[in-house]
């Protein structure tokens, strides 16, 4: 009974794991002066806490596959209550170690990487503040909650790119990433208002009334709405528009890689294994949901995201541009995976991912901590040999993302094509992602030459200078060489290892980089049963299934393949001169150029939506200024008018009248006092003549 | 024409003797001695009507033209009294020339 | 006919000395003048039965206030002026303002009763003074004791305006009679 309340225990008390990074994150905040040791130390012991209770979640899971609930009554609309909770399967499970996993290891990083810049403490508040959030949205029961949760993450997001906002580029970036997200966040929401119409309730599970469970999924199903959909498969999809902004699929992808200006830490905890596998986990969620056609459009969305993605990844010059873009590329396999083989298939893809990206996205910044903030691989070389154990680590990451044999990648991306390969609708996903994995070997095949291999060509001294120096000179610089960012100045200038503290989560990932694939081998499936709930077996038979070596044989060729031509443009002549063309380049100009333009996505969203918005906010300024200003204007102009007009009423006709009055009666007054003068004998005639006139007038009236 | 109409008449034509030299004359004296010709005039008018009026054995009219001439004796010596000042203050007795309380 | 000679003649000399009075161009003359007039008067009051009257105003027109205008007259010399023209427009005016007051007046009285009245007057009443002693006495004691005070006040009035000043520098003429008094 035990174990049993203690499996009881972690569940009931789940809401630790994202509550207790989000105090650390509030004490840190709330830290009057800098004080870098207790920061670190509180998120950093956080992370370290909400690890161990993931990990007893984790065995609690292990230990009982079933779906756990647990659901509190938040606040009363009217006489309803509206529910928010949390929930333990091995979904979750799985998610929250490598969350806490990752994250942990990317904060000690982050000690070590930000420890010369001015603003320490604030990075950690918001990482803290991130992870929490994160963990929030794995651990949600409710649609409502991890909303709420997904916006904190959105926001954190937002703060974390546009940590170094002096530069404009990074205040830009930040900016472009909360918007591109809240167009896919708002079609997220419309379909959450429209699932609690349809169900009303948000709880994913509660006693046979959550939206996911048999009795609102039946109802869903059985209404028809636009273009003959059934209302979940309109749900769903709109799901898929937050998923499509969240984890960078095509349309909304353009803000990934300007997501790089924030600092590298970031750039791997979020931007890699964390925030964006969020939209990938919500569908995986919301699965029961994702009718056939649903899951088509999602798989349709994912394999051309990926062959987008990669082909762009050929002509970039940033090494964080290059993974940004690989990123972007690997989602759109996750969601491939999601689309045509299911939940398993998919995450599996998302864990390996998260440790290798994670891990390479370490290494970059290792790389470019030791060339002193220099980003443009044309200005790197022969690394490998200052950086041994940077070089070592990256190797193992870089041959995971290809999908070396027996590296982790290779068994999830295997995974993923056998599944595509027998998907019964279209092949093309299939190619698409075969090319997509050509092409994933090539471009890291090509990074790898230009950084660790070959002649150095790190300029000495002024690094950010020259790099901007040079890059203007030639014609085909698309990338800038970005300038050196505030307080990341090292004092050494050649080339040098990171410190332990920076290396040893490299040497960590990397070893999981490699190991972590064989969890999930078909031989021994035990990821993808764990998902399903039941157990598994070592079985070698699991090899045996119809196309499935063939298949693993096809994917290893399509991976040397894409090593051998990266060998052939890049490895047999070494780049010499950080302004010598790229070898594809000579070969074919104008797609190069194209890919290194991005396609232009930008620009057409520039012309046409955000063209849209420029004029909409022109409009209504006109309006306010114009319409509305000119109402109140006019009100003003005719109460001044009125004001005026009794002023004048006032002055002239009151006061003027009056003064006229007075002025009259002294005029009056003046002309009477003139009867007086002066002389008595004028006095006694006029007595006289009063005499006889009033004589006169009695004795008129008595006449007759 | 009755003889109380005569001595009316002759009182009215003194009266207006005595007020044509009040107008006309400069000198402040001679507006005095008009102004007691029309006193007087006013006496024979009260003396003509105790005459001739209802009931004489009241002397009423005599009585009060007795105390008229009494009157007008203390007004003449007040009168020229003042006339004797002004005329020492403003070195002259004309009227036209004392005009000093005008307005 | 109501009107005896001697009234008639008694009205012109008291109206030709009126005349005189008012037209004349010595003072002197026009104060004799006007006590002829004065006198005409009394001769009338006697002609219609009021003894104590005439005999009042001679005593005190003729006898005191005549002969206070001629001492007024000859106090006030040295700025004697001369009689204006007699056809100046004030002379017009006051002369065409009496005729109009004459007017009215005459034409009153010929309007009235009385002009219309009976002829004949009854005889004077007999022997007055005794008459009119008891009614002053009895009658209008009161008037008579207020004239008395009136007579008072105004002698002292009069010989307070009309004391002379002592010439001395410049002092208020009314300061300089009260110290005159006082002294």
Not at chain 1, 174 to 187: E, H, Y
Request: with cysteine.
């Amino acid at each position: 009974m035990t174990a049993g309340s203690s499996q009881n225990w972690i569940v009931q008390n789940l809401w630790l794991i994202p509550a207790i990074p989000m105090v650390a994150a509030g004490l840190v905040a709330l830290m009057k002066r800098a004080n870098r040791g207790l920061a670190a130390t509180l998120a950093i012991g956080s992370m370290a806490v909400s690890l161990l209770l993931s990990l007893r979640a984790f065995a609690a899971a292990l230990a009982n596959p079933m779906l756990q609930v647990r659901n509190v009554d938040w606040m009363q609309f009217g006489d309803q209550w509206v529910q928010l909770g949390w929930l333990l399967d091995p979904l979750a499970a799985v998610m929250l170690v490598m969350v806490t996993f990752v994250g942990l290891l990317i904060f000690i990083y982050s000690v070590g990487y930000m420890a010369h810049d001015d603003n320490f403490t604030r990075f950690f508040c918001f990482l803290s503040l991130f992870a929490g959030a994160m963990l929030g949205v794995v651990i949600a029961n409710s649609l409502l909650l991890l909303f709420m949760c997904w916006e904190v993450v959105g926001l954190t997001s937002y703060l974390l790119i546009g940590f170094w906002f002096q530069r404009p580029a990074a205040a830009a970036a930040a900016k472009k990433a909360f918007i591109t997200t809240r167009v896919g966040d708002l079609g997220l929401l419309i379909g959450m208002v429209w699932l609690y119409s349809q169900a009303g309730t948000l709880l994913f599970y509660g006693n046979g009334n959550g939206c996911l469970e048999q009795r609102a999924l039946a109802a869903m199903a059985a209404h028809a709405t636009v273009a003959g959909m059934a209302v979940s498969t309109a749900i769903g999809l709109l799901i898929f528009c937050g998923a499509v902004g969240k984890s960078g699929q095509v349309p909304l992808h353009v803000w990934l890689p300007d997501a790089m200006e924030g600092p590298t830490p970031v750039s791997a905890l979020i931007h890699a294994a964390t925030m964006v596998a969020a939209g990938v986990y919500l569908v995986a969620r919301v699965y029961p949901l994702m009718s056939g056609s649903a899951l088509e459009v999602v798989a349709w969305v994912g394999a051309v995201t990926a062959i987008f993605a990669a082909c762009i990844a050929v002509a970039q010059n940033d090494i964080k541009r290059i993974l940004a873009y690989s990123t972007v590329s690997q989602l759109g396999y996750m969601m491939l995976g999601l689309g045509v083989g299911g939940v398993a298939v998919g995450m599996f893809h998302l864990i390996t991912h998260a440790f290798f990206k994670a891990l390479l996205f370490l290494g970059a910044g290792s790389v470019i901590h030791g060339c002193t903030e220099e980003q443009d691989i044309r200005n790197m070389g022969g690394l490998r040999k200052f950086m041994p154990v940077t070089f070592a680590a990256y190797t193992c990451g870089m041959l995971a993302l290809c999908g070396f044999p027996l590296f982790a990648g290779f068994w999830s991306k295997d995974a993923i094509l056998h599944s595509a390969h027998g998907w019964g609708i279209s092949r093309g996903p299939f190619y698409l992602g075969a090319i997509g994995a050509l092409l994933t070997a090539f471009y890291m095949t090509r990074q790898m030459y230009y950084v660790f291999f070959g002649q150095k060509r790190t300029p000495a001294a002024t690094v950010g200078a020259a790099a901007v120096a040079v890059h203007g000179a030639t014609e085909h610089a698309v990338e800038p060489a970005v300038s050196p960012r505030p307080g990341e100045v090292c004092a050494v200038e050649e080339p040098h290892e990171s410190p332990v503290v920076m290396t040893i989560p490299l040497a960590i990932l990397a070893v999981f980089a490699v190991l972590l694939g064989f969890v999930g081998t078909p031989a021994w499936p035990w990821f993808q049963n764990f998902l399903g709930g039941h157990g598994v077996t070592f079985d070698w038979s699991g090899f045996g299934e119809p196309g499935l070596m063939s298949l693993m044989l096809t994917s290893s060729l399509i991976v040397m393949l894409g090593l051998l031509l990266g060998w052939f443009f890049y490895g047999r002549r070494p780049i010499v001169h950080p302004t010598d063309e790229d070898a594809l380049e000579e070969l074919a100009p104008p797609v190069f150029s194209a890919l290194a333009h991005r396609l232009y996505v930008d620009e057409l969203y520039s012309v046409t939506v955000i063209a849209l918005a420029r004029f909409g906010a022109a409009f209504a300024s006109w309006l306010d200024r114009w319409i509305f200003g000119g109402a109140v204007r006019l009100v003003a102009w005719a109460v001044t008018g009125v004001s005026w007009l009794d002023a004048g009423v006032d002055r002239f006709v009151v006061n003027g009248g009056f003064d006229e009055g007075c002025r009259e009666l002294s005029r009056g007054g003046r002309l009477l006092s003139r009867l007086q003068n002066g002389r008595v004998q004028t006095y006694l005639s006029v007595i006289a003549a009063a005499l006889v006139v009033l004589g006169v007038w009695l004795l008129w009236g008595h006449r007759g | 024409m009755t003889p109380l109409a005569g001595c009316l008449l002759v009182s009215a034509l003194l009266f207006s003797i005595g007020l044509a030299g009040a107008l006309t004359r400069r000198n402040a004296i001679l507006v005095l001695a008009g102004i007691e010709l029309m006193l007087n005039a006013a006496n024979l008018n009260f003396i003509a009507f105790w005459r001739f009026g209802p009931n004489p054995e009241a002397f009423t009219g005599v009585m009060f033209v007795i105390f008229s001439i009494a009157v007008a004796a203390a007004e003449a010596a007040v009168g020229l009294a003042l006339i004797l000042a002004i005329y020492r203050h403003a070195r002259t007795s004309d009227v036209s020339e004392i005009a000093e309380m005008r307005g | 006919m109501g009107m005896t000679v001697s009234f008639l003649i008694l009205a012109i000399v008291t109206l030709a000395g009126g005349v005189a009075a008012m037209t004349l161009r010595r003072l002197v003359h026009c104060a004799l003048a006007l006590a002829v007039s004065f006198a005409g008067l009394a001769g009338l009051y006697l002609n219609l039965g009021a003894d104590f009257a005439g005999l009042a105003q001679l005593l005190v027109y003729v006898g005191a206030i005549a002969i206070l205008i001629v001492f007024a007259i000859l106090l006030t010399r040295s700025a004697e002026t001369e009689l204006q023209k007699v056809f100046s427009p004030a002379g017009v005016m006051g002369a065409l303002l009496a005729i109009g007051v004459f007017g009215v007046l005459a034409w009153a009285v010929l309007a009235s009763s009385a002009a219309r009245g009976a002829a004949a007057a009854g005889p004077a009443p007999s022997s007055p003074m005794r008459e009119i002693g008891f009614i002053l006495m009895q009658r209008y004691v009161l008037p008579l004791e207020v004239i008395a005070l009136m007579l008072t006040a105004a002698m002292i009035g009069a010989v307070i305006l009309a004391v002379r000043e002592k010439p001395l520098s410049a002092a208020s003429p009314r300061s300089e009679s009260s110290r005159e008094l006082r002294a």
